[in-house]
């Protein structure tokens, strides 16, 4: 009698479906570890790890080149940088990604300013990084919101 074996076509299916959770259980493996699977994939659908890393890089090199190469009003130009950046990743991502981008934005505004401001972080410590940390949040939280915004208006029917 010829022995009946899962195919490859099976198993693409199922990835692209999302269902591991009924092979599992047909495989007659424990429900722990399904619980834990739907478990991550949730957290991960909340605050996802990878996004932030790109918004915490692209939002460090923005606030760099920002304050450095247009040095105007000092830290504010670096800033207005972390927004434009976060701006254009919310245009371009087709997820809400907001909390990761005010995450990466609020990293690379407390590094910015901890680098800009070396002096001062001696004299006055952490509530000085809070104001870097606090501008880099609300500029890098606003930035995606307005560019999802304005990818909803531009890619919904009227």
Request: proline letters at 3%; zero cysteines.
């Amino acid at each position: 009698m010829p022995q009946r074996s899962r195919t490859r076509e099976t198993d693409d299916v199922e990835e692209l479906l999302g269902d591991g959770e009924s092979t599992e259980r047909s495989a007659g493996e424990s429900s722990g570890r399904g619980f834990r699977a739907r478990a991550k994939q949730r957290a991960v659908d909340v605050f996802s790890p990878r996004y932030f890393l790109v918004a915490a890089v692209v939002s460090s090199v923005a606030i760099f080149f920002g304050g450095t190469l247009v040095p105007l009003v000092g830290d504010v130009t670096g800033f207005v940088a972390v927004f434009l950046a976060s701006f254009l990743l919310g245009a371009i991502t087709s997820d809400s990604r907001i909390l990761e981008t005010a995450a990466g934005g609020a990293v690379a505004g407390g590094l910015g300013f901890l680098l800009q401001n070396l002096a001062w972080m001696v004299v006055g410590g952490l509530p000085i990084a809070a104001v870097g940390v606090g501008a880099g949040l609300l500029a890098g939280g606003l930035g995606a919101y307005f560019g999802g915004d304005l990818r909803d208006g531009l890619t919904r029917d009227i």
